[in-house]
Each structure stands twice: as structure tokens, then as C-alpha cells.
């Protein structure tokens, strides 16, 4: 008997044997019902037995060795995406759910083996489309899965990001009071000022942890564009990203109309990143310059800082989610979640900008920015 005829005329003893071993994966499985550890084993199973009776010619079954392959058992693929999905929400690990793969194709192969009287070649075929289908809905089960791992890891992060805020502002507000109601001094004075910095530096994590989320729920950045002077914000940001350091004074350059319709508070986190990103990696923090210049139809934002290189090989992937700094790897102390630069990249593609880094030993790192003025 083929194998696709063998696995529709057994399918429900197979199923058994799936559930039977279901149970025993624990403890993910203790509180759940038949139906649920039988979940989708018969449909992808019915599934894997149409995709064998499916034409297949031998580039089409290289192709699909290598995951190449057309996508021929939509229900297939729809059944093992399902069961991926499902076996997150019962608690299933990854390591789990893929067993069950496992051990459903030995079954399947031990008990049709076991039926056969004479080999035929066209068994040996049979086993190796079955072993494309298992592979197949495998495949689909474990991006499903990891895709539900992710979204439940974002959610998560999402939480705890916005139910920070509440505390982190009373201490924020209450540390300002206490400064505004006493008058300070000495020990105190520069206590109340750490727990201050301390409070800014952890509202900045929030913010950026918060948009790294938005981003991976598939939300873009939301803006609200309004006329603007870049150089203003410059000048702004600079003052900020300053406040209480003496040894900090970049040098500010604008040539131009600077102005544009862009949103300020975005505007605002792609300054306060970049020129804190100068000051924390530059050799001097005096040696940080801004450019705001104007062009005809854009303005052009450049922050420039001399320092330790950035290495050719971390240019690709520097605005990417956190990524380790060479200072992070070296193991200096950070108030970075490395989402710095991942964000001020979201601020500019929402604008409708470009941004370019160049860096070596000789002429420093240069971050250029354009914006459009209508952006």
C-alpha cells in the first residue's frame, strides 16, 4: 500500500498515537482535553497525504529541499501555522512542539513499514515526499510559534514601559518640589540632582523601549508635523543634553533658512540622540559640532565628533535594535538600552529623510541627516 493511501485509511490510529504522546508533555499538558492534544495532527496529517499524490518534478522536489519550493499544501501550511500557535498559548515550548513532529513521523513510518511485505522503489519516494510535508508544516508550526513568542514579548514589553511612566514622573515631580520647597546644600544638593539626572536618563529608556515596541507591533511612528526652526531645536537639545555638565559645550553651526514643518517632539529625541551619542563616544565633549544648513528644498542636520571609530562591519547594522556599542563591549557603563539610534532612523524615514554615517580615525564620525522641508 502507498503511503499517502496508508496514512488516510490509518489516520485516526496515528492520531492516537499522537495524543497518547501529547500527554505526556508536561506540564503544559496535565490540564488539557483530548480534543486539545489531538489539535490539528489529523488535518496535516490528510494535508501531507494530498501533497504526496501531487505531481513533482525533480527540480520542484530540489527546490523544495531547500525550502525553494512553491507553496503547493496551503492547508497544509494553514494547519501547521495553527497548531504553532495554539501549542504557545497552552504553554508548549518550542523544544515541545517540535517533538511532537518527531515523533509523528517515526509513527507514521514504523507503522507503515510494518505493513509492507516486498520494498518497491516507489516506496522510497513515498517516504521522502512525506518527509517534505512533515518538514513543511514543521516549518509553518515554528514560525507561527516564534511569531507568537515575539508579539507576547512585545506586549509584555509594552506594559511595562507604559505602567513605568506613573512612578518614574512622581519621582521626577516630587524631586523637583523637594528642590523648589528646601533650600539644598552640599551632600543633599548633589543627591537631589543624581536622583534627577537618574529619573531623566530612565525616562529616555522608557521612551525609546516604548517606540521599539510600537515598531514591532507594526505601528509606524506617529507624527504630527508642524512649521518649525531645526536650528532652534538644535540649540534647544544642546541645552538639555548639557544641563549640570560644564565640561560639555559643542559648537553650533547655521547657515540658512532652517526652517521646515516637521514635528518637534520627534525632532527633539533625534537631536537629544545624536548629540548625546557625540558627547558619551567623542575623545572631548567639547569637541562635538552641529551643522543646521539650509537647502532648497531640505535642511541638512550634521553632528560630527572625533573618537574611537565606529568599524566598517557595525555601519550595517548600527540603527539597528539593540545593538552593543564597542564602549558596551569593552564593558564602560551605559544609560543606553542601544534603541538610540534605531529611533532617531524611525524620526527620519517617518519625515520622509535620508541618514548617513561615515567614521574613521582620521576625520572623526559624521552623522548627516536631511530632512525635507515639508517632511
Not at 31 to 51: F, P, Q, V, Y
Not at 315 to 344: H, K, M, N
Amino acid at each position: 500500500m502507498r503511503l499517502s493511501e496508508f496514512i488516510r485509511q490509518h489516520v485516526d490510529r496515528i492520531v492516537d498515537e499522537w495524543e497518547q504522546f501529547a500527554r505526556t508533555i508536561t506540564p503544559a499538558a496535565e490540564n488539557m482535553d483530548r480534543l486539545a492534544l489531538r489539535d490539528h495532527a489529523k488535518a496535516i496529517l490528510l494535508a501531507a497525504a494530498r501533497d504526496m499524490t501531487t505531481a513533482q518534478t525533480a527540480s520542484e522536489q530540489r527546490a523544495k529541499a531547500k525550502g525553494e519550493g512553491p507553496e503547493k499544501t496551503p492547508s497544509l501550511d494553514e494547519a501547521g501555522a495553527s497548531h504553532g500557535e495554539l501549542r504557545h498559548t497552552v504553554g508548549f515550548d518550542l523544544v515541545q512542539m517540535t517533538s511532537e513532529f518527531r515523533h509523528l513521523r517515526a509513527c507514521v513510518i514504523r507503522l507503515w513499514v510494518d505493513t509492507l511485505e516486498s520494498p518497491d522503489l516507489n516506496y522510497f519516494q513515498d517516504m521522502i515526499r512525506f518527509n517534505e510535508a512533515i518538514d513543511e508544516a514543521l516549518a509553518e508550526s515554528t514560525a507561527a510559534y516564534a511569531e507568537q513568542v515575539n508579539h507576547s514579548r512585545d506586549i509584555f514589553l509594552a506594559i511595562l514601559g507604559h505602567d513605568l511612566r506613573a512612578p518614574l514622573q512622581a519621582v521626577s515631580m516630587s524631586t523637583e518640589m523637594l528642590m523648589r520647597k528646601i533650600a539644598l546644600e552640599g551632600e543633599a544638593l548633589a543627591c537631589a540632582n543624581n536622583i534627577k539626572r537618574g529619573a531623566r536618563h530612565m525616562a529616555v529608556m522608557v521612551s525609546d523601549l516604548l517606540e521599539l515596541v510600537r515598531s514591532r507591533l507594526g505601528k509606524s511612528l506617529p507624527i504630527e508635523p508642524a512649521p518649525m526652526d531645526l536650528a532652534d531645536a538644535a540649540h534647544a537639545a544642546i541645552a538639555v543634553a548639557c544641563a549640570g555638565n560644564p565640561e560639555c559645550d559643542p559648537t553650533v553651526n547655521v547657515v540658512g533658512d532652517t526652517r521646515g514643518v516637521w514635528d518637534a517632539g520627534r525632532i527633539d529625541q533625534l537631536l537629544q540622540n545624536l548629540i548625546g551619542n557625540a558627547l558619551q563616544h567623542g575623545l572631548n565633549k567639547r569637541d562635538v559640532n552641529v551643522t543646521v544648513s539650509g537647502e532648497l528644498d531640505a535642511v541638512r542636520l550634521t553632528v560630527h565628533n572625533f573618537g574611537v571609530p565606529i568599524p566598517e562591519e557595525a555601519i550595517g547594522t548600527l540603527f539597528d535594535p539593540l545593538v552593543r556599542s564597542a564602549d558596551e563591549e569593552l564593558g564602560q557603563p551605559t544609560t543606553s538600552l542601544g534603541l538610540g539610534l534605531f529611533i532617531v532612523k524611525e524620526v527620519v524615514d517617518a519625515h520622509g529623510g535620508t541618514i548617513e554615517v561615515s567614521s574613521n580615525e582620521t576625520d572623526g564620525t559624521l552623522f548627516t541627516v536631511v530632512l525635507p522641508r515639508n517632511g
